[in-house]
């Protein structure tokens, strides 16, 4: 190269682009040109470019060369790797050094003659950079100022930079990603939060974006939260059931839906996609969960199930609820010596009532009977308004016949209490039938019909009255 290699000062720059490394705010450009200026430095008569591959068009693009004229570095861009393309298209395509002595004359320069011409370009020797794990980023290519080919010496310290060049690639394409990927988290709805599996799930990383729910990710860390802390107390043991399944099972991916604690007190419905990530003996690293707010979507869903169960008018449930719950009681008391009861009822006067005071009267009527209906009933029952003025009561643990009369009488007390509807006085009574449950049958819509069928039984004899579809329960 004319003069002696500078092993010192490149010892030296090395270190210093190493330091440049580590300042974020310097983009992959600015790094890399500062590594073209210090071949230039060590190697005085050589100048040097570097090139990014394109895995997609399989060519060489956004040459970096200060000391190239712009137009010359313009030429290059794009550059095809493979065989007789250059130094740099075929050290890239065979991954090893091609070393050109005279650029105007070789071969492989053959279809780049006349612009070695132009530019004066003398001798071309590229490397591939290349990562550990044989990723090729691109190429390193030293032009000396004289018709030569380099010595092992210089071979030795052009193999230094190309390692260098992969290790700054490496490292800042990582920061890129990292970065990217932060953005992405930041600005979407998905919160990531990280706990350990220890007692309380102690919580390790938050994503910036939990601010969402009033949180800061400073403040899980520096006041050391847990996670269980910010989960609904009605949830928490529902979700350490689960986990605690998952963990003793050795899952390491599940899905979880519960509610969460907002900071100023708020409930929010979460959808929780959780990853176990586990070291080479199994043991539990850490819990990675991925947090969505679907509050919407459960609140849509809340508000369907309500529509599809309930009684627009009287908020009761309506008659498909009440096939279900029948059903599910059917099935709980299967094998057993329990009985249930199914009641239909219905409103003797009600017809005077719309007749006299009009649609929206009788409405009302019927919100208000509802209410003093299921106030007659305990909590483990139901009452259903089936159409109309009719409706079911299901009755569980029924010991004897006592126990439905009780309800009987308390539901006709609360109908027949005087109602004044538009400044008139009306009093309403109540017909109710009865069918049992397994004595009269294990069907759903057998015992409905049985109930009913008792219940024309009472209104033809007289109304206001209760009938059994047998004359006595079997009890």
Known sequence: MGQEINVQHFLKEQSRIIEMLAADHLPLCKILERLTETIAVVFPDVRATITEYNGKLHSLENPIGPRFPRAYLENMDGLMVGPNSGSCGTSAYINKLVAVENAKKDPLWEQYHDLAEKYDIKGCWSLPIVSANEELFGTLAFYPNEYRKPTEEEIQIAEQFSQLAA???????????????????????????????????????????????????????????????IVHPKDLPRIEAEVNDYLSRGVNKYKQEYRLITADGQIRWIDDRTTVTRNEDGEISYIEGVLIDITDRKEAEQKVFYLANNDPLTGIPNRRYFKQKLEKELVRIKDSKEKIAVLYVDCDNFKKINDDLGHDAGDDFLLHLAKRLRNCLR?????????????????????????????????????????????????????????????????????IRKADRALYKAKESGKNRLMWYVSKMSI
């Open 167 to 229: 290790v700054i690639i490496n490292k800042k394409q990582s920061e890129e990603a990292l970065q990217l990927a932060n953005r992405v988290i930041e600005n979407s709805p998905a919160v990531i939060f990280r706990w350990s599996a220890d007692q309380g799930w102690p919580i390790d990383y938050v994503s910036n974006n939990v601010k969402q729910f009033g949180y800061t990710s400073d403040w899980f860390i520096k006041e050391q939260i847990d996670f269980s802390m």
């Open 379 to 447: 909590k483990e029952d139901t009452i259903a308004r089936i159409g109309g003025d009719e409706f079911n009561v299901l009755l569980t643990n029924v010991e004897d016949e006592d126990d439905v009369l009780k309800v009987a009488e308390r539901l006709d007390r609360a109908s027949s209490k005087p109602w004044e509807i538009s400044g008139k006085i009306y009093h309403v009574t109540l017909s109710i039938g009865v069918a049992i449950a397994p004595d009269d049958g294990e069907d759903v819509d057998d015992l």
